[in-house]
């Protein structure tokens, strides 16, 4: 698993009915994108170190330059 920062990692529910959980990457220790990342969780606003287990996913967003 590779993530840069502003991506978003979705942690799949294990059973049916289960929703899914979610969080913003805020740091990347690993300088080729792994793991372990720094992040924000989306339901609470908590902001941990997460070791991503095999039912994560991660959703890359194009980063950008926001300066004119």
């Given amino acids: 698993m590779r993530a ?3 991506d978003r990692i979705v942690i799949h529910g294990h059973r049916s009915g289960e929703p899914d959980r979610d969080c913003e990457v805020l740091g990347v220790r690993d300088p080729d994108g792994g793991p372990p990342y720094e992040v924000r969780w989306g ?4 902001k941990a170190l997460f070791f991503p287990g095999p039912d994560a996913t991660v959703e890359h967003f194009e980063h950008t ?3 004119n």
């Avoid at 339901?43 to 908590?46: E, K």
């Fill in 65 to 67: 330059s926001t300066s």
């Fill in 43 to 46: 339901d609470s606003g908590h």
């Fill in 4 to 6: 840069s920062v502003g």
